[in-house]
């Protein structure tokens, strides 16, 4: 019962860790669709698009973190985007569900359409609710007032706004995450514990290398930091499209995400270490008339951690092309954003 109790308490720290508030924020983006992340790309591609993905982690933990999400966003207009994301997120006996409505608003600053060179807004009004479940944490030899034995719920609004800039091959994304200062129950500890404010800042940046008719190399690179808890990481992206033909494409890579930020660990209670997490994704994928398959591996590289088994997803995806994408596809520019 210990044992149980110790692994269902450890699972639902580190969710709230990892997750903090809203959609949680992996390396799904790398197969799946920038607009995962970044509210001003909904509608930039060159298609309407469609994404469901499904993640889950460490195998032999049970009650472990799985995700996941289903997205979809489109050109309706000349400049405008919309897009919508609904998710799951489950941690042990934490849990949390949301819905995204996005805006987003495309200017082209070149009066040649075939030349990429946007600029871009875009605003999301996110709809999440929580939960925990502490119906399995009672013992009866082992009580605790911060747990009540029953489920707790919540519900509230939050929104998420950014900004990108497209130069032909090149390509810049900024979003601010959980705008909106929102008071709140904290019903994982006493309340008026957690922070109002919960902003989460990213920042991304790459190119896309034409390196001949078949094959295109993109490096990126993302940084998010967390001012309220101090918590900084990065990814270090390196993405490559390979043309098989006019009707497939294989696409994969690699990413390294570190956190700028350690914790004090001891394993003899004398040597004290700074333990910081790292994590190595390879990824892959295949693009055939227009239907896309990917698979995503993550393992942790930093010397502690709660199981071997690694961060397992799966992501499916269709792109429509509308008459609007038609006649605007023929930009001089590999238009990472627009494929």
Not at 198 to 224: C, K
């Amino acid at each position: 019962m210990k044992i149980k109790l110790l692994t269902s308490l450890l699972i639902c720290f580190y969710s709230v860790l990892q997750a903090q508030e809203g959609l949680p924020i992996y390396q799904d983006y790398l197969t799946g669709s920038w607009y995962l992340i970044h509210p001003s790309t909904a509608g930039a591609a060159s298609s309407e698009q469609v994404r469901l993905t499904g993640r889950t982690q460490w195998f032999d933990v049970d009650d472990a973190p799985s995700l996941l999400t289903a997205s979809v966003n489109a050109r309706v207009g000349k400049n405008i985007g919309v897009g919508g994301i609904a998710f799951t997120d489950r941690n042990g006996n934490f849990s949390q569900n949301g819905l995204y409505g996005t805006f987003a608003y495309h200017i082209n600053l070149n009066a040649r359409a075939y030349e990429l060179n946007q600029l871009s807004f875009g605003i999301s009004l996110a709809i999440l609710q929580r939960r925990i479940d502490e119906r399995g944490l009672i013992n009866s030899r082992l009580f605790d007032p911060a747990i009540s034995g029953t489920v707790l719920t919540d519900g509230y609004f939050n929104s998420d706004f950014g900004m990108s800039y497209y130069k032909g091959d090149a390509f810049i994304l900024a979003t601010v995450k959980n705008a909106l200062p929102i008071s709140k129950d904290d019903f994982l500890l006493e309340s008026g514990l957690e922070p109002n404010d919960q902003r989460t800042f990213l920042l991304t940046a790459g190119y896309t290398f034409d390196l001949n008719r078949e094959f295109d190399l993109e490096p990126s690179v993302m940084y998010v930091t967390i001012p309220e808890i101090s918590e900084q990481f990065a990814d270090i992206n390196l993405k490559g499209y390979y043309n098989l033909n006019e009707n497939a494409q294989l696409f994969g890579g690699l990413s390294y995400r570190f956190n700028f930020d350690g914790s004090e660990t001891t394993a003899n209670n004398e040597t004290i270490d700074l333990q910081r997490f790292s994590g190595i994704t390879p990824f892959f994928g295949l693009k055939r008339n227009n239907f896309i398959f990917s698979y995503t591996y993550t393992n942790q590289v930093n010397d502690i951690k709660i199981s071997n088994s690694g961060f397992h997803q799966i992501t499916l995806g269709y792109n429509f092309y509308s008459k609007r994408n038609l006649r605007e596809g023929g930009r001089e520019c590999n238009c990472p954003a627009f494929r």
